[in-house]
Nanobody, 127 residues
Framework: QVQLVESGGGLVQAGGSLRLSCAAS????????MGWFRQAPGKEREFVAA???????????DSVKGRFTISRDNDENTVYMVYLQMNSLKPEDTAVYSC?????????????????WGRGTQVTVSS
C-alpha cells in the first residue's frame, strides 16, 4: 500500500521558517520523482517544488525560488523521506502543502499530475 504522510506544518510568523517532511512507503521511492504542491483557501492547487529520483535535478515555482529548498533521503530501505525547507515565509505562503510522487519527473513540475498524493499538512503564516 502506497503511503505519503506529511508532517511539520504549523503556525509561524512572517519571516520565519518551517521544515516539512514527507514519509513515503509502499514502493521503491528511490526510483520516483517527488514533489510538493500547495492549495490555499479558494485557490487552485499549485506546484511548489520537485526533485528527481537521484536528487540531481530540482525545480521550483517562481514564487518560492531562493526561499524554499527541496531535498530527499533515499537511504532508508522501507521509508523514504522528502523535505521542504521553507525560509523567509510570507502570509501568501499560507496553504495546505501536499507531497506527491511519480515515476516520470515531468509529471510533477510540468503536467502537475503525479500518480500519488499525500493528504497534506497545514502551513499558516501570520503577518
Amino acid at each position: 500500500q502506497v503511503q505519503l504522510v506529511e508532517s511539520g506544518g504549523g503556525l509561524v510568523q512572517a519571516g520565519g521558517s518551517l521544515r516539512l517532511s514527507c514519509a513515503a512507503s509502499g514502493r521503491t521511492f528511490s526510483t520516483y520523482a517527488m514533489g510538493w504542491f500547495r492549495q490555499a483557501p479558494g485557490k487552485e492547487r499549485e506546484f511548489v517544488a520537485a526533485i528527481s529520483a537521484s536528487g540531481g535535478r530540482t525545480d521550483y515555482a517562481d514564487s518560492v525560488k531562493g526561499r524554499f529548498t527541496i531535498s530527499r533521503d533515499n537511504d532508508e530501505n522501507t521509508v523514504y523521506m522528502v523535505y521542504l525547507q521553507m525560509n523567509s515565509l510570507k502570509p501568501e505562503d499560507t496553504a495546505v502543502y501536499s507531497c506527491a510522487a511519480d515515476q516520470i519527473y515531468r509529471n510533477i513540475p510540468v503536467t502537475r499530475s503525479p500518480d500519488y498524493w499525500g493528504r497534506g499538512t497545514q502551513v499558516t503564516v501570520s503577518s
